[in-house]
């Protein structure tokens, strides 16, 4: 039998529209996917194939990605915006609590989340996802000197082709994307444009340096405050921090269930092995749901 379709949802979020995609808006647990930077929610399509048929499965395009709106003129995309937009899907879906799952920046985003507001998440699963790079402290000067820089350069939108086209350079702005991957980020991340060819619909002052960021001790003391438990997925040839500083966050998630789990794949091991991490999250999950996960004391 098929797997139930999503239904597309437009949310508000203060009168900016989210788009949002679920599936089994009726069954239990929920789960709340949040994609990585510039990427889109279909990136989650493949492993959602292979999730339990009762999950009620919520998938969200962040702010200026994927189907969403874009900030109007004069504004910036800050990642605490992300979680408003997680935020009000909670609050338009009527879910007073949820599992996370984040890739990447997602998983940034659904961290910083689960440690502001611990009652609304239930469990929280990072892909590729260790934190920020902050950089150190005499960073924060010139980090500032590139936001005002990149301030003044007008958005620029990109035009390709075709499709295909898309999907290559995606392909060559990381090599470990998988042909079958790129095609679906670039299918479902493109609209045609009225000339023939075709862009990316994310918005292109995503690209803008920030002008503000954690530095590692308040990100260290964000992990200290997550409740739930936590569990880390990695690709073995996907991003990671230099072994001190992974160590050091490693250590401040007071609720990992365990070590980061290694499946063979790159920074979207999640698009590569799309059964094995759906194997992993719905185990999780449903051992977070009955008790048989339990985080250290």
């Not at 990605?65 to 990642?79: F, K, R």
């Not at 599992?99 to 892909?127: E, K």
């Amino acid at each position: 039998m098929p797997a139930a379709a999503f239904e597309s949802l437009t949310l508000d979020a203060e009168g900016l529209p989210l788009h949002v995609r679920q599936r089994h808006p009726h069954g239990t647990p929920a789960v709340l996917f949040l994609h990585g930077w510039l990427d889109h929610s279909h990136g989650f399509d493949p492993l959602c194939e292979h999730l339990p048929e009762g999950f009620r499965t919520v998938l969200l395009d962040f702010r200026g990605m994927g189907q969403s709106g874009h900030v109007g003129p004069g504004a910036a995309y800050h990642l605490s915006d992300h979680l408003l937009d997680v935020e009000a899907t909670l609050d338009g879906l009527t879910l007073p609590a949820v599992h996370l799952v984040g890739h990447s920046l997602g998983g940034i985003v659904a961290l910083a989340y689960a440690a502001a507001r611990p009652d609304r998440i239930l469990s929280l699963t990072l892909i590729e996802s260790l934190g920020p790079s902050g950089g150190p402290p005499e960073g924060a000067l010139q980090r500032l000197r590139g936001f005002l820089d990149d301030s003044r350069r007008p958005p620029n939108r990109k035009r390709y082709p075709s499709v295909e086209a898309a999907a290559e350079r995606l392909r060559q702005a990381n090599p470990t994307l998988s042909p079958d991957a790129a095609r679906l980020f670039a299918r479902h991340g493109t609209r045609l444009q009225p000339e023939g060819d075709v862009a990316f619909t994310f918005d292109p002052r995503h690209r803008r340096r920030f002008g503000q960021g954690f530095d590692e001790a308040q990100w260290l003391a964000l992990e200290a405050a997550v409740t739930c438990p936590v569990q880390i997925l990695r690709g073995s040839r996907g991003l990671s921090p230099s072994p001190p500083l992974l160590q050091a966050r490693l250590a401040a998630l007071r609720t990992l269930v365990g070590p980061p789990q290694v499946l063979e794949g790159g920074h979207h091991v999640h698009l590569e092995q799309p059964e094995a991490v759906a194997a992993a999250i719905a185990a999780f999950v449903t051992g977070s749901r009955d008790g048989t996960v339990v985080p250290p004391p």
